[in-house]
């Protein structure tokens, strides 16, 4: 059995937790802290395993558990397909939009629609257990804490429920809306708002413990890094705020046309993968915020990236998906989808999932003949 362990890090209590099954991709970024880097090792190329037909543009990220995927789409239908052979075991149907993706964690699916409606899910069956309501759309991701699950919402609050029957136990109102995942780290829940705050809030209390103010307003998820995080702009600023007082490492901003960060940031040690919609795809170290290389694509990039050994996966507007050599930027690998890919990749059981905007969810494995071929 795995045990937490915890540490101090300039202050703060930072609760380091076992990490999900190697198996799993339970959260949009693969884990609370919103991470982005996958226990599996996938090497490029891959061979397509199976197309599954959603029936709806799909903009969230799948999550991976147990041999199951679950997604979600536009038309308000989530659903739960067999990641052996891309089989349906259950839909769950909403009367709104889910752009968001799906949390699985103890048995139970959460998910938030664009009607403000937030759900928990029983994993194997699709039944609800209870539903929550919030004032305005939910867009932000769930992410789980201990005994809770937390979710923002455009209504301006950052939501606090008790897993096993939804009671909220705290609400912190932001001055503008929440459309980022929150990202857990230890006793802390950080989010970037639409009001151009990043804040450290106490999972306990709700209360505020530490925040940074930037010029810019932020739909990103913020990424852990040793007691910080990282987060980028809808104004092309990225950052790196230590979580104990608010002060901000570094911050720099994008000089290209169109310059905008979506995406949350995949991180590992010193290197930070970042994705624009100045059609860009880059590397940054983590100490002082310098670009390492850039990778030019075809559309927007709206699709978090996910590093897989050495190898950095994302999705883009134009319809590709990409694998890049993750010293170099270099491109290994390329998949041409049938349309827009605004979902981030999710890896888990020696599998990568993504859906598109015209409604089909691929699944990749490695391939032995080293070319994963279109969806005709």
């Known amino acids: 059995m795995r045990h937490s362990a915890c540490i101090a890090v300039s202050g703060l209590l930072v609760l380091v937790c076992a990490p999900a099954p190697a198996s799993d991709w339970p959260v949009m970024r693969g884990s609370p802290d919103n991470r982005g880097v996958a ?5 490029p190329p891959l061979r397509r395993a199976w197309t599954f037909e959603a029936g709806g543009p799909v903009e969230g990220t799948a999550a991976i558990v147990g041999g199951t995927v679950y997604i979600g789409t536009m038309r308000g239908k989530l659903h739960a397909i067999r990641l052996a052979d891309g089989k349906r075991r259950w839909t ?8 968001a993706s799906p949390c699985v964690s103890n048995g139970m699916v959460y998910i938030g629609d664009e009607g403000g409606a937030f759900y928990a899910l029983d994993a194997a069956t699709g039944k609800p257990r209870w539903r929550k309501a919030a004032d305005d759309r939910i867009i932000s991701s769930a992410a789980p804490g201990p005994g809770v699950i937390l979710v923002g919402s455009y209504d301006n609050h950052l939501y606090c429920f008790r897993r096993s029957d939804g009671k909220r136990l705290w609400a912190f109102q932001a001055d503008a809306q929440v459309h980022c995942t929150p990202c857990v780290v230890g006793s802390g829940v950080v989010i970037a708002g639409c009001d151009g705050k990043v804040r450290c809030i106490s999972v306990k209390t709700g209360r505020q413990t530490a925040s940074a103010t930037v010029d810019a307003n932020f739909g990103a998820p913020p990424a852990a890094l040793g007691g910080t995080v990282l987060v980028g702009s809808l104004s092309g600023v990225y950052l790196r705020m230590r979580l104990s007082d608010g002060h901000l490492l570094w911050q720099v901003r994008e000089k290209e046309d169109g310059a905008a960060c979506y995406a949350g940031a995949a991180i590992q040690g010193d ?7 100045s059609c860009r795809v880059f590397r940054v170290d983590t100490r002082n915020g310098r670009p390492v290389w850039t990778y030019r694509t075809k559309g927007q990039v709206n699709s978090s990236p996910v590093i897989s050994g050495s190898t950095v996966y994302v999705g883009s507007d134009e319809g590709n998906l990409y694998a890049l050599d993750l010293a170099s930027g270099r491109l290994k690998w390329r998949f041409a989808a049938g349309a827009e890919i605004k979902g ?8 990568l999932v993504i859906g598109s905007g015209d409604g089909a969810v691929y699944c990749f494995t490695v391939g032995e003949s080293g070319r994963a071929r ?3």
């Open 39 to 43: 226990a599996d090792v996938l090497s």
């Open 92 to 99: 769950f149907a909403s009367r709104d939009a889910f752009s």
């Open 271 to 277: 290197t930070a993968i970042f994705a624009s919609r």
């Open 344 to 351: 981030s990749p999710a890896i888990g059981s020696g599998r």
């Open 374 to 376: 279109d969806r005709r």
